[in-house]
Structures are given as C-alpha cells and as structure tokens.
C-alpha cells in the first residue's frame, strides 16, 4: 500500500468519537488510547507505524501515549513518533494529547533510572528533543523508586509543569497508599496530579482491590494499560503461537500462556462471540465498564487490529448475567509484571 504524502486528516474523525474526563479534572481523553511501548520502534517499518497513527487520528484517538525507553532501542519510538509527527501531525498539534514518562531504566549511570530530579527534568528535555515538540501533554512518573523520596519526585513534575515542559501530570503503577501520599504533596504543591496509569484487563484485577476507589476520592483519572493482556485477550493464541506475534518475539514471557490461561482465553472467546463481539472487543469494553477508567489504552501491531479495537466502542453494554459468566474465567493469571514495581515503595 501506498500513502499520499500529504496526510489530510479525516472529516468525520470526531462523529463516532468518545471522551471521558479525567476524574475531576478538565481534561477529556478518548475512550482508547493507543500506546507505542511495542511496534514503533527501529524494528518496525516506518510506514506501518505511520499507518497506523494516520488510522487512529482518523478514528477520533486523540491521544498517543508514548514513554522515553519505548523502541527497541530505548529512544527510538519517540524519534519515530517525531519523524511521523512532523510530517503529519504537526498542524494537528492543539487536538492532540501527547505523554511521556520517566522512571524505568533509560541509560546507564545514576541519572538514567528512578525518580530524581535529575533524571526526571533531563529525561523529558530528551524526550520533547526526539518527538520535536515544545511541551507534551502529560508526563508521568513511570514507576515507583523506593531510593528517592516522593517529596521530591512530585516536585520535579510539578517544575515540569511550571516551566511549560508538561501540561498535565501523573503517575504509573504507584500503590494506593503512595498515591494517596504522593497527590498529597502534588496538591500542596499545587500542581494536583491528574491521572494514574495502571494495569488493568480481566487477567490482571489488581486495581479493584481500592486503587480505582482511591483514584475517584483523590480526583485523578485512570488510563489502564494492557487492556488486553499484551493480546492475550485475543484470538491471536487460539490456534498456536504465531512467528510474528508478542509472544512469537520473546516480547513477552512464555509463561504467560499455559493451559490453564489458554482455556480462559478459549471461554471468554466463546462469550464474546455470544455477544457478537471479537474477544479483544470485549476485553476494552469490560475494561470501560467501570466509570473510574476513563481511557483503554491498548497497543496496535497493524490497522486491522486497531479498526477491531476501535470498534469495541459500539458494542452494546454487559448485562449481570454476562459480567457473571466473564467473572468465572476473567482471574489473575500470575501476568502482572509491573508489581514489583508497585510494591517496592
Ligand atoms: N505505564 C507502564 O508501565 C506501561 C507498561 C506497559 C504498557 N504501557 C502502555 O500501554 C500501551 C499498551 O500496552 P500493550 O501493548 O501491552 O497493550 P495490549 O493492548 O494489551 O496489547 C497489544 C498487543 O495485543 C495484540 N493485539 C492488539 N489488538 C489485537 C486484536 N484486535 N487482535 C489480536 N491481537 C491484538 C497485538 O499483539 P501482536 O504484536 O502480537 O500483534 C498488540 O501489539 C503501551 O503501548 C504503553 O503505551 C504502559
């Protein structure tokens, strides 16, 4: 396939488009979101990616969420994002939500892990450097740092904020305790945090313990990410695993599909398929079923893949009995590789 050079954005991107508002904030994001951890990077042609970006423009995702190590190598998903944002985007810029994190390791030495100032205030110059941008619209620390004292992690992105670097603030994979400390500061600050980005699908309920409770009381918005489980919560492993899949690419680990998790998977296919739905659709609708999610934020290796995903919002809501059947096979299943993160602090 081959694209007209000149991207001309659809007309009619926002008729079928869905917001929601970040807890109680003013900021509106789309009830999907595309994520670029995977498939954006230097081992991806640049014009699938660009496909791919273009359709969910098209499609009303207003909001692209990005983070400084995305590739492989680290960096590069950004530097990509840049190229396609400067050639496509750029006169787009006011209608997009843009975001960026530090916390995972970027680089060697001290300064390229945790949550200093140092390495948060140089990491998101680094950042708006590779994406070409003057501001990004939201930044987050990506994961709790039992070494740096929240005091000064929430400071950093609160100077973020004042300097112009960051619109709006947030956190990644922070416990409900450090959340509820860390918004403390924020709002004393003044510079209140605006969202939380955990993961979230129905093989993963970590959140609904009181994290999704905690961010409704503190006002912040929830972007759940891995909504489908890295795409396990799809038909992609129904019949084996594929060459040219996240798990096919030793991107994910191989113990995360055993027997068992395979007949979840085949279960809950058959009940999306009773609803009419493919199983990744109903894995973003089961995700926004809850009213504190405000945005599903999933990954995409193709256009198709997005279409599907984007289409799960006209689905029809779940009836009890439906929640009852999902809720038999929709269990942890061991996948939650952010946890330590979460309980390090
Ligand atoms: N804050 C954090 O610490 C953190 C951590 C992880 C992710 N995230 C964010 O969340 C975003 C999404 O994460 P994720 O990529 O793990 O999300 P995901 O939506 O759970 O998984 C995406 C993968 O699922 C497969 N897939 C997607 N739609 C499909 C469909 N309709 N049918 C079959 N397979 C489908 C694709 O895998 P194939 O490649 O096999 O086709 C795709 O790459 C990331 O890009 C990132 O922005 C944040």
Redesign the pocket.
Known sequence: MTYPDVYKAAEDRYENAKFRRSGQTGLKLPEI????????GNDRPLNTQREILRAAFDAGVTHF???NN?GPPPGSAEENFGRIFAQDFKPHREELLI?S?A??RMQDGPYGFGGSRKYIVGSCDASLKRMGLDYVDIF?H??PDPETPIEETISALDFLVRSGRALYVGV??YSPELTRRAQKIARELGTPLTIH???Y?MFNRWIEDSLLETCAEEGMGVIA????????????YLDGV?E??????H??SEDFLNEDTLKAIRELHSIAEQRGQ????M??AWVLRRPEVTS???????V???H??IAALDAAPFSEEELNKIDQWATDRGINQ?QG?TESV
Do not use: C, V
Not at 33 to 40: I, K, P, R, V
Not at 225 to 236: E, I, K, P, T, Y
Not at 244 to 249: D, F, N, P, V
Not at 296 to 302: C, D, F
């Open positions: 979101t595309l994520g670029l951890w995977h498939n954006f969420d990005l983070a995305y975001s994190k916390g995972w987050y990506h994961r990644s994979s980005q955990p993961s699908s990410f891995s909504a489908l489980a890295q795409g396990l919560l799809s038909n992609r594929p040219h899949s996240r798990l096919g690419e991107k994910m493919t199983l990744a659709q894995a973003i599903a934020l999933i990954g995409a290796s193709s198709e893949q997005l599907q995903n952010w993160a």
